[in-house]
C-alpha cells in the first residue's frame, strides 16, 4: 500500500519546478517535471503512488487528461470521509492540507504536509515549487487520502494562524483599507466601502497573479505585505 511518506519522498524531488496557474498535469506521466499548479502537483502525487485518481472533476476520467482543483479536493475530503483537522495534518507526513471554502470551490490551494509544520507546494510563479510552512497562514481542512497509509509524525506542532486574514464575506474598516490599496495598485475592488464582495475577491485575484502570489483571492500575510497594508 502507498503511504504518506511516499507521497512526501516524492514531492520533494520537484522542488524548485516552475508553477504556472491552471498548468495541466499528466497524472499517469511519472517523468512529468512541471509546470504545476497547486491541485495538479497534488493530485499527480496521488496518482503516482497509487495509480487512483483524486481531487479531479472527475476521477473516474483519463488519468492523462483529468483535471484537478481545489474545489475537487474539498468535495473528495467530505465524500469519502477523509477530512480531518489541520492540526493533525501538520504532524502526519504526506498528508494534504486545503485552503478551499465552500464559496470559494474553484480557486484555493493545497499543500502536502511534512509532518512537521512544514509543506511541500505549487507556491505561486514567484517562488514555484517550495519546501514552506503551515504556520501564519490560513487554512480550511486536513486530507487523508483514504487508500493511502499514514502515520503520525513525532514531531509536536502548535500552529497559530495569521492575526489578519482577509477573504470573501468580511466586513470592516480593514476591508476598506485593502480596497483603497488594491485601487492605488491599479485592482478595482468597487467602491471602497468595507464589504469583501466578488469585485474586492477579483481585484485580489488580479493582484494576486501580477505579483506571482498564490492567487486565492485570500488575503494573508504575503498579500498585506506586498500591498503594504499592516491591519
Not at 497534488?42 to 485518481?53: I, M
Amino acid at each position: 500500500m502507498a503511504t504518506g511518506e511516499d507521497i512526501l519522498e516524492l514531492a520533494r524531488k520537484h522542488l524548485g519546478e516552475r508553477y504556472v496557474l491552471g498548468a495541466s498535469a499528466p497524472k499517469n506521466n511519472k517523468q512529468w517535471k512541471g509546470p504545476w499548479d497547486c491541485a495538479e502537483f497534488t493530485s499527480w502525487l496521488v496518482y503516482q503512488v497509487s495509480a487512483r485518481l483524486y481531487g479531479c472533476t472527475d476521477n473516474a476520467d483519463d488519468p492523462d487528461e483529468a483535471d484537478a482543483y481545489t474545489g475537487a479536493w474539498l468535495r473528495d475530503s467530505r465524500r469519502l470521509g477523509t477530512a480531518v483537522p489541520v492540526d493533525e495534518a501538520a504532524t502526519t507526513p504526506g498528508a494534504f492540507v486545503l485552503r478551499a471554502r465552500s464559496r470559494e470551490r474553484r480557486i484555493g490551494h493545497v499543500v502536502v504536509s511534512d509532518g512537521a509544520g512544514g509543506t511541500v507546494e505549487a507556491a505561486g510563479a514567484r517562488l514555484g515549487l517550495i519546501a514552506g510552512t503551515l504556520q501564519d497562514r490560513p487554512w480550511d481542512t486536513g486530507v487523508l487520502v483514504p487508500w493511502v497509509e499514514y502515520t503520525r509524525g513525532a514531531a509536536n506542532v502548535t500552529l497559530k494562524g495569521p492575526s489578519t486574514t482577509l477573504r470573501r464575506g468580511a466586513a470592516g474598516e480593514p476591508v476598506r483599507k485593502l480596497q483603497q490599496a488594491l485601487a492605488s495598485a491599479g485592482f478595482d475592488p468597487g467602491a471602497a466601502d468595507g464589504v469583501f464582495g466578488g469585485l474586492t475577491r477579483a481585484a485580489v485575484l488580479g493582484f494576486q497573479l501580477a505579483n506571482g502570489l498564490i492567487p486565492d483571492g485570500v488575503v494573508g500575510p504575503q498579500t498585506l505585505a506586498e500591498l503594504g497594508l499592516q491591519l
